[in-house]
C-alpha cells in the first residue's frame, strides 16, 4: 500500500517560513506537475529558485532533492 502525498501551497509556505527550502522547493515542484495551470504555485517555485540561484544553492538543494537524503 503507497503512502499518500498530502501536498498543499500552504504546506510549502509552512516550509519556506521555517528555512526548509529543500522541501518547500520540492512541494512547489509537485504541484506545479499536478497544476500547471496554476500560476501562483508556478510563481513562488520561481521565486525560490531566484532566490536560491543568487546564493549559489540551487545546484546543492537538486542533488540532495534527487538523492532524498534529509
Same mark, same amino acid.
Not at 503507497?2 to 515542484?29: F, H, N, W
Given at each position: 500500500? %503507497?503512502?499518500?502525498?498530502?501536498? +498543499? ?5 509552512? $516550509?519556506?517560513?521555517? %528555512? +526548509?527550502? $529543500? *522541501? @518547500?522547493? #520540492?512541494? $512547489? ?5 499536478? =497544476?500547471? #495551470?496554476k ?7 520561481? =521565486?525560490?529558485? *531566484?532566490?536560491?540561484?543568487?546564493? %549559489? @544553492?540551487? +545546484? +546543492? ?6 538523492? *532524498?537524503?534529509?
Open positions: 500500500m %503507497g503512502r499518500e502525498v498530502l501536498y +498543499s501551497l500552504t504546506l510549502a509556505d509552512i $516550509y519556506l517560513k521555517q %528555512g +526548509s527550502k $529543500y *522541501k @518547500a522547493l #520540492e512541494i $512547489y515542484e509537485y504541484l506545479l506537475k499536478k =497544476n500547471p #495551470e500560476e501562483e504555485i508556478r510563481v513562488r517555485l520561481e =521565486n525560490l529558485k *531566484k532566490e536560491l540561484e543568487r546564493k %549559489g @544553492a540551487l +545546484s +546543492s538543494i537538486k542533488e540532495v532533492m534527487r538523492k *532524498k537524503i534529509w
